[in-house]
């Protein structure tokens, strides 16, 4: 059976929100987004197309390399690195049969072994190819996670309007952000969501805001009034959306979105999905605008990296173990993971 898609609609099922307008009318619209489906695209984002080309021209030449040469970068103890093609199971909702159709390669900010901070979990080197594999992958790589940076930066600005907050109020909280970056390669297997075929099984981002750029092939599907409605590319745009953590830093306000990705017919599909979450060790607690006698906090305080961590052992079940390999020295040490969403 064909994968059941909503006809291309006239207007984008979500909002566009444009950079180059000023802040207070731009906050206007990822006010509106966030506390609907927790997704927007933004347009004059300010990554120039150029990282953008030539980051998505590497990922393909990475995952087009032999499975032996890959396997010479598989995910390390920091989680950086490859995850094979039927590697992970994303779904939430128990209708997943089958595991991802994808593969992909993790990346982060780049964490000299040794420092201060590589004692936080999560917090390492990257696991790059050999320059004589992807020529270029490294720098490419590096560019555009640093433009996702500059951009998170740019967006933390919005949101913070759109919760009536000072237009800086995550400044201090993204000074070393968790910045994990995931270009991404979906196989050409066609998802049949009766058979519990997906490229990506449904499921929520778990951070901040997550920064989505794909090619020309739809496939990310969100789930909105019972209905799993097609967002489609836009040349330009980016796809933003929102993750669990700011949906219970801002009490619940802000919604982050179930979303999925299905393989339409011969489509072999890249996208690069770039993950933002504050310092590991800020705390989530209730933002003052989202919290008053008449609704009070709904979660206990957390921390950033409390938070990822039990996400994590959520849906990857190797990383307990990874964390084990890095020894006592190097777990979390913030509060217990306590039940979350
Ligand atoms: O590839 C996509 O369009 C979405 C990827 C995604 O949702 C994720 O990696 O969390
Ligand atoms: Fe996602």
Redesign the pocket.
């Known amino acids: 059976m064909a994968v059941p898609t909503t006809p291309e609609p006239a207007e984008p099922p979500v909002p566009v929100v444009d950079m180059a307008v000023n802040e207070e009318e731009a906050a206007r619209t990822v006010r509106e987004a966030c506390e609907t489906t927790g997704f927007f695209y933004v347009k004059n984002h300010g990554i120039a197309e150029d990282l953008m080309n030539k980051q998505f021209a590497v990922a393909k030449q990475f995952f087009d390399l032999s499975t032996e040469k890959k396997e010479t970068i598989k995910v390390n103890k920091y989680y950086r690195g490859w995850t094979p093609m039927n590697d992970e199971k ?1 779904s939430i909702l128990g209708d997943q049969k089958a595991p991802d159709q ?1 593969e ?1 390669l993790y990346i982060g900010r780049e964490v000299a072994e040794g420092s201060e901070e590589n004692k936080l979990p999560l917090h390492g080197p990257n696991n790059w190819p050999a320059e004589s594999l992807v020529p270029g992958y490294r720098e490419a790589m590096m560019n555009y996670h640093q433009a996702c940076i500059d951009c998170t930066r740019r967006i933390n600005r919005l949101i913070a309007l759109a919760l009536d907050l000072p237009a800086t109020f995550f400044d201090d909280d993204f000074t070393h952000l968790i910045a994990s970056m ?1 270009p ?1 390669h ?1 196989s050409a297997v066609v998802s049949n969501p009766e058979q519990g075929i997906f ?2 099984g449904a ?1 929520t ?1 778990y951070g901040m805001l ?1 920064i ?1 750029a ?1 090619d020309d092939k739809p ?2 599907q969100v789930l909105m009034g019972g209905k799993w409605v097609d967002i489609p590319p836009k040349e330009g745009h980016l ?1 933003i ?1 929102l993750g669990d953590m700011l949906h219970r830093w801002s009490n619940g306000r802000f919604h982050s979105g179930m ?3 299905v393989i339409h017919k011969g489509q072999e ?1 890249y ?1 690069t ?1 770039f ?1 933002a979450e504050p310092n590991f060790k800020t705390v989530i607690a209730p933002l003052p605008t989202c919290v008053s006698e008449a609704n009070p906090a709904k979660w206990p305080p957390t921390t950033s990296g409390e938070y990822l961590l039990s996400k994590y052992g959520v849906t990857h079940s190797t990383y307990m173990e990874r964390q084990k390999e890095k020894g006592a020295d190097q777990q979390c040490t913030g509060p217990a993971p306590i039940a979350v969403n």
């Open positions: 994303l994808k992909g995931r991404l979906y490229g990506a499921h981002d997550t989505l794909t496939g990310l796809i959306n979303h999925r990705v599909r996208s999905a993950f």
